[in-house]
């Protein structure tokens, strides 16, 4: 009998953020029943993508965040290849290269 592995928190918040939607604080933690959110947030950061924190102001007026993934700007990419190129911050390196392989094939650890 085999067991299906079932996609983590942030692997699931990381789909749903890739059909282009954006996504509160609220909703992330009602619709994926986590609840530290800016953890999983912080996760898929340092797994190198570009999530997003803006504000939006409601029709009634009220300002929300929500979070959604970009693209990076050239900015964080010449900045990211500057380090990659720096023997200084191979040990920088060694550990955001640990965090990618953390989503390899969309594994994420589940921590929230």
Do not use: C, H, W
């Not at 898929?44 to 009220?62: D, H, M, P």
């Not at 380090?83 to 921590?111: H, I, K, W």
């Amino acid at each position: 009998m085999s067991m299906k592995s079932t996609p983590t928190v942030a692997a699931r918040i990381l789909k749903f953020l890739k059909t282009g939607a954006d996504i509160t604080e609220s909703q992330a933690q009602s619709r994926f029943g986590i609840v530290n959110v800016r953890a999983r947030m912080s996760e898929l950061r340092q797994a190198g993508f570009a999530i997003y924190l803006n504000e939006k102001v409601t029709a009634t007026g009220r300002t929300i965040k929500t979070y959604r993934l970009g693209t990076p700007t050239r900015l964080m990419v010449a900045a990211g290849n500057t380090v990659l190129s720096d023997p200084n911050f191979s040990p920088v390196v060694e550990y955001a290269a640990a965090n990618v392989a953390r989503f390899a094939g969309g594994a994420v650890p589940n921590r929230g």
